[in-house]
């Protein structure tokens, strides 16, 4: 059992959590995951380490409430116990030989890039930092992002924070204004990434993408994020979740993430009425 040690909510949606995981924080790297199940008969659901402290033997997660089981998750608070908390699992970012990086986080792709970006400070590069949300509401992690890169700028769809639009364009200007980026991170909505690896490769700058948003069990067994790279079928979980931007087909992807939406959508509803029934039985 895993206690919760801090919980705090980023916005209406995002909630940051830090665990005790002694054995996993001793091993934990930037672009690494853990599987939780909040209860034990609950859900396997892979989540992005955030931060984690060696010293403390703590782990940091940021997760959305839009599941079943991240909605369960957030009905715990501090002092309460996570039933299974196992990590680190997928392979970490390499962070060597580079001078001049570019990390972009779409939304919630901000958890992911906050600790990528730490990681690349801490090595010695200059980090620029581009992160983009829908509105002001859902901006999560500025001051944290701000500590780990020379230069942060936000943007907003609707220009409420930060510079109205993509960050495909923040991108673009940049490297237009003379910045010789040696790789691009992106990380956040596939349609996003997608877009960040057309621009790029016109740039010819290597870009690298976390494939997180697709895991579902973690371990390679359900093949839910199987995708092809170069391709060969590879699998995010066991062979990511960072890849090649230029060698993934993105339409392939999109199109089989989209098969799955009116189930979950379904089945989110019918967990839902479950959720409620259990909080007022509760009450």
């Known amino acids: 059992m895993y206690e919760i040690l801090e919980k705090r909510r980023l916005n209406a949606q995002t909630v940051f959590m830090t665990v005790y995981a002694p054995f996993v924080a001793k091993k934990a790297l930037a672009g690494q995951f853990i599987i939780f199940r909040a209860t034990a008969d609950g859900e396997r659901i892979p989540l992005t380490i955030a931060d984690y402290n060696r010293e403390k033997g703590t ?3 940021i997760f959305q409430e839009i599941g079943y089981s ?13 039933n299974d908390f196992v ?27 906050y600790p990528q970006a730490k990681a690349f400070f801490n090595a010695g590069a200059e ?10 509401d859902m901006l999560i992690l500025e001051n944290e992002m701000k500590k780990v890169s020379n230069n942060l700028y936000i943007c907003t769809d609707d220009g409420s924070y930060g510079t109205k639009g993509l960050v495909t364009g923040v991108l673009e200007q940049l490297i237009n204004d003379g910045n010789k980026y040696d790789t691009v991170i992106a990380i956040g909505p596939l349609i996003m990434m997608k877009f960040v690896c057309l621009l790029t490769k016109k740039y010819d700058i290597k870009t690298i993408v976390s494939m997180n ?7 390679g067994m359900c093949g839910g994020c199987r995708l092809t790279v170069d391709g060969k079928m590879k699998f995010a979980c066991v062979d990511g979740p960072d890849f090649d931007g230029h060698k993934i ?3 392939e ?6 098969l799955y939406k009116p189930f979950e959508k379904d089945m989110l509803e019918k967990h839902e009425c479950n959720l409620l029934k259990g909080e007022i039985e509760n009450a």
């Open 70 to 82: 991240t909605k369960l998750l957030g009905t715990l608070n501090v002092g309460d116990y996570i």
């Open 59 to 61: 782990i940091s997660i």
């Open 249 to 251: 087909d993105f339409d």
């Open 87 to 113: 990590g680190p699992l997928g392979n970490p970012s390499e962070t060597k030989n580079i001078s001049k990086i570019a990390i972009i986080g779409g939304g919630l792709g901000c958890a992911i890039a």
């Open 213 to 219: 948003t697709i895991m579902i069990d973690g371990t």
């Open 253 to 258: 992807v999109i199109r089989r993430s989209n």
């Open 127 to 136: 980090v620029d930092i581009i992160a983009g949300f829908r509105s002001k």
